[in-house]
């Protein structure tokens, strides 16, 4: 998530006087946004993409692209859901731990002692039992069949009965679980128990249908029975053949962070190819050739994947007992960026998922105040902030204080200057200088308790009647933004009239939302989004198309959007006039082709959430 410091703007802006002024105080803060390596884009591995962690400066380069782990969009979401998520301590859970502990067990025995057909038939069986569980994800699966094809074209076709086995004993044994489920024998795992009796449902409308676990078994048991009907009709590869597809499930394994099964998978290879060739059979100049070769420095093998994965494990184990004692010392920065290089390395670890949820809770309620500190910062609302930042000072003892505590401190220093100036040219009956200096100090600090009195002050000057009708008039023409871009001053004029006041503070609200709308357009075009950049303006039309009548910057911006989006403004256009004539079938074509243009389509959605709700209501 970046530095967890505040860190103040750039020097610039408007020139101080005579006294000192914070440097921009009115900038906003700007996280480390997204940035493009200058590496081009690469070509995908297999469907998927090896990251590589910088640990320096908090980036990662995938696909040939470097981002920045701690604010980019995709990685910083993952990482509040995890933290949000409680840790995976079900049965299903340390059921499928102990799996994998007694895999790496049977891998570890001595040759002589086990043979390897002996090996293979146990690690065979274990993964079989694995890919049942719900946490699998049929990565289980997926190595199970790599070292099947392997293990058949090393033997010939010898060992295909007893894989064949192997898969009807899970038959039999996932019906058995099913039927004493259809009789109401179930333990408290939904699995079955050893008790005897009960009445044996024999309708489709047995309770244990409907069971989430019970449809878990009945799919397992239809797959594993395809698979089996498969196995008996595949033709044995060669074993030049099979190398190459047990290195290539090897090797997406290893991208997709499947560190444990990538180790199991290198023993299984070890001990099914003998013959000395474990040389990875790489493309030429991939992100993979690139890693196991250029990066490390030493040819591509098995036995480097099998390292490489090993050390990435003990990496990730070794993160997370080091977020375990940040925590306990409360030293939640420095807990937070180890915990998010932890998840990106290895988020399918057992130290990680079963990292506890109340520790999590704590780290993600520290986050979110360092957020709300930066919000409350470009909001100028430094006396809440100075607040939120003494409290952050209590729970973290690693957060620093120095540059908020010093912008704050510059902020309030320079807005008093500013009011002490423009008391002076109060006394003198300088009006333009006063209002120069009124609203300086309110773009410093809005809330600034001293700019009551100079208030007051002005109000009784009687300075404030051509102020007022300009004020009026503005409202009644709804020139929102003349009456934004004068508000420091109208904001003194309107302070004891409770009727102006209130039209004041609509007016200014209004310009708020056509300002945070401008603001989101401008960002999404800036990077690249156009379709997206037009949405958030359309959204406002729609809610208040009056806005767009009476404000020229607007309706310019949205115009200048509407052409450059047209492919996407056509496209729900037609969708729109489709649905109106009750051409349902096109008009969802036409947002399912609008969708496919620009995926993240809010209109396009709800367009097709919407036909679908009258093609398909909810009984």
């Known amino acids: 998530m970046g530095q967890m410091m505040y860190n103040p703007p750039a020097t610039g802006g408007t020139p101080a006087p005579a006294s000192p002024q914070p440097a921009n105080p009115s900038g906003s803060i700007q996280p480390n946004a997204y940035q493009p390596g200058s590496q081009g884009d690469a070509k995908s591995l297999y469907g998927n993409e090896l990251p590589f962690l910088n640990p320096q400066d908090g980036t990662v380069t995938i696909n040939g692209q470097t981002l920045n782990m701690g604010s980019f969009r995709e990685i910083e979401a993952r990482f509040n859901k995890y933290l949000s998520q409680p840790e995976e301590n079900t049965e299903d859970a340390r059921e499928y731990q102990k799996i994998f502990n007694k895999i790496h067990d049977v891998l570890s025995m001595r040759k002589e002692r086990l043979a390897a057909d002996n090996v293979l038939r146990q690690v065979v069986d274990l993964l079989t039992a694995a890919s049942s569980n719900p946490l699998d994800g049929g990565v289980s699966d997926a ?14 076709g010898k060992n295909k009965g007893k894989m064949m086995d192997a898969m009807e004993r899970e038959i039999r044994t996932n019906t058995q679980k099913m039927s004493l489920m259809e009789s109401g024998v179930t333990t408290s795992s939904g699995s079955a128990s050893n008790q005897k009796g009960g009445k044996k449902g024999n309708s489709d409308s047995n309770p244990a249908r409907d069971n989430p676990r ?51 998978g290198c023993g299984v290879y070890s001990r099914l190819f003998n013959d000395g060739d474990t040389k990875l059979r790489l493309e030429k100049g991939s992100d993979a050739a690139k890693m196991f070769g250029g990066t490390l420095g030493v040819p591509p093998t098995v036995s480097v994947l099998d390292n490489l994965s090993r050390e990435l494990a003990r990496d990730s184990d070794r993160h997370m007992k080091a977020v375990n004692n940040l925590v306990d010392s409360h030293h939640y920065v420095d807990a937070l960026e180890r915990l998010n290089e932890a998840l990106l390395i290895g988020e399918f670890m057992a130290p990680v998922s079963t990292f506890p949820y109340e520790k999590k809770q704590k780290l993600y309620a520290f986050k979110r105040d360092v957020e709300k500190l930066f919000e409350l910062m470009n909001g100028k609302d430094y006396e809440e ?78 300075q404030q009647s051509h102020a007022l009708e300009d004020f009026k008039r503005f409202h009644k023409n709804k020139n929102y933004r003349r009456i934004f871009d004068n508000q420091h001053e109208f904001a003194v004029l309107v302070k004891d009239d409770p009727e102006l006041q209130a039209q004041f503070v609509d007016d200014l609200a209004k310009m708020a939302v056509i300002e945070r709308a401008l603001g989101a357009a401008r960002q999404r075009e800036a990077m690249q989004d156009v379709y997206g950049a037009w949405e958030e303006l359309q959204q406002l039309r ?78």
């Open 542 to 619: 729609l809610r208040d198309q009056e806005l767009f009548v009476n404000d020229q910057e607007l309706n310019s911006q949205y115009l200048d959007l509407t052409t450059k989006a047209s492919r996407l403004v056509k496209l729900l256009d037609d969708a729109e006039n489709a649905r109106n004539a009750k051409e349902v079938g096109s008009a969802l074509g036409k947002y399912m082709e609008a969708k496919k243009l620009y995926l993240h389509s809010r209109f396009a959605k709800e367009g097709i959430e919407s036909l679908l709700d009258e093609v398909l209501p909810l009984k």
């Open 143 to 156: 190595l199970c069949q790599a070292i099947y094809t392997a293990w058949q074209a090393k033997t010939n």
């Open 385 to 462: 902030a100075l607040t939120l930042v003494e409290d952050l000072k209590k729970t973290s003892r690693d957060f620093s204080t120095g540059r908020a505590e010093s912008a704050i401190s510059a902020a309030v220093f320079a807005s008093d200057a500013y009011i002490a100036q423009g008391q002076e040219a109060l006394a003198k009956g300088d009006r333009a200088k006063l209002e120069e200096c009124l609203k300086k100090a309110i773009e410093i600090w809005p809330k600034n308790p001293r700019l009551l009195p100079l208030r007051n002050a002005m109000m009784a000057a009687g």
């Open 214 to 264: 019970y449809k878990y078994l009945e799919k397992r048991v239809v797959e594993m029975q395809a698979r089996k009907l498969k196995l008996e009709t595949e033709q044995v590869l060669t074993v030049t053949e099979a190398k190459i597809v047990f290195q290539s499930t090897l090797v997406q394994l290893f991208a997709q962070r499947r560190f444990d099964h990538v180790s199991i």
